[in-house]
């Protein structure tokens, strides 16, 4: 799985390096699409300043990840005080999305094999 990460932010390397773990684990939860997909998946993830005048303040930052998955594409997004909060949230609410996904996927695979 390619891991793009899409610079609105001044991202440190320390941020990007943070950036790639966290988002590394859901590697082995698409393992299976990866495989089957020509040149691999991408993730797209993106951290931003919601504003770029306030410096204090409920949700300054935001982290939005797009994974491409073989017939859909999966989207989170969150918002946090601190970078770091908002792309563990944003990877976690893309885990669920891909938890859900592979599930639906999976039976629809078995419900046909079936028939």
């Known amino acids: 799985m390619n ?3 899409k610079k609105t932010l001044d991202v440190t390397e320390a941020l990007e390096t943070y950036i790639d773990e ?3 684990t859901l590697t082995k ?5 990866d ?3 020509e040149g691999g998946l991408t993730l797209r993830v993106e951290v931003a300043r919601a504003t770029a005048h306030h410096k204090k303040g409920e949700h300054i930052f935001t982290a939005s990840a797009l994974l491409q998955l073989p017939g859909r594409d999966l989207r989170a997004e969150a918002s946090a005080d601190d970078a770091r909060v908002a792309i563990d ?4 609410i893309l885990r669920e999305e891909v ?3 592979k599930a639906k996927y999976l039976e629809h695979y078995r419900s046909a ?3």
């Open 3 to 5: 891991i793009i990460t």
């Open 99 to 101: 938890e859900a996904y």
């Open 89 to 92: 949230r944003a990877r976690d």
């Open 29 to 33: 939860l698409v393992q299976s699409f």
């Open 113 to 115: 094999k079936e028939r």
């Open 22 to 24: 966290k988002f590394s």
């Open 35 to 37: 495989e089957g997909a």
